[in-house]
């Protein structure tokens, strides 16, 4: 079956520095969309990226994520950290195989540190 | 927009007890599903319900039963609580976008502890 894999449970990064999430997957599937997800503290998820298009950057709130299929990878990046950001990121992908079909990584604690 | 609204945020049971998580959407989606959120785990699909009166069994929907009596609501039971249990229940909803589900969007949780 399909899998995200998200290696870092746990990243701390000083404020104003690049921070680098990574996010791999598997799938057989040919139509798939992928996802970050943030949650805030006490607060639902929320989409931060979408994305199904091969090799474009797409960009939210200062993140950003480029599809690499030949790789299958989509790392979520920002240039500079901000303290805001401290959260929990799930990465997760939609394969179009039907209702069941989202498949999240267990998700990367992000704290931003002054 | 919409919102996804759960009750209660927190929930505190006793072993053995049946406990039930109540969620509403108002965004008129046919799609709603409940997850569980575990440190380190991701989240865990438990049930899942494509429109009124349907119900569909995720990975981990051992031990927990769900009721969609309605378009805008879906209710996650849990048959008989676990000592020591602690985890999140998130539900979530969505369109379906005929070649994948779209966006979810979720509520902010239900907390359960079981003493």
């Known amino acids: 079956g399909d899998s995200v894999t998200q290696t870092e449970g746990l990243v701390t990064v000083t404020e104003g520095l690049p921070v680098k999430l990574n996010c791999t997957y598997q799938?057989?599937?040919?139509?798939?969309?992928f996802f970050w997800y943030v949650q805030y503290l006490n607060e639902a998820p929320q989409v931060l990226l979408k994305?199904?298009?091969?090799?474009k950057r797409t960009e939210h709130q200062g993140f950003h994520a480029t599809l690499h299929k030949s790789s299958s990878s989509f790392h979520l990046q920002k240039s500079s950290a901000q303290l805001s950001d401290s959260a929990l990121y799930y990465c997760a992908l939609s394969d179009g195989s039907g209702y069941q079909n989202f498949y999240f990584g267990k998700g990367t604690s992000l704290t931003v540190i002054p | 927009g919409g919102i996804i609204t759960q009750t209660p945020k927190f929930l505190i049971g006793q072993e053995g007890q049946k406990l039930t998580l109540k969620c509403q959407q108002n965004f008129n989606h046919d799609t709603m599903y409940w997850y569980r959120q575990d440190s380190g785990k991701g989240l865990r699909l438990i049930y899942y319900?494509?429109?009124?009166?349907d119900l569909q069994k995720g990975d981990l929907s051992e031990g927990y039963d769900a009721s969609r009596e309605k378009k805008s609501s879906f209710s996650l039971t849990v048959t008989s609580a676990q000592k020591n249990e602690m985890a999140v229940f998130l539900c979530?909803?969505?369109?379906w976008g005929g070649g994948g589900a779209e966006t979810l969007y979720f509520g902010s949780g239900t907390r359960l502890t079981v003493l």
């Open positions: 319900s494509i429109t009124e009166n």
């Open positions: 799938t057989t599937y040919l139509t798939i969309a």
């Open positions: 994305s199904s298009t091969d090799n």
């Open positions: 979530a909803s969505s369109i």
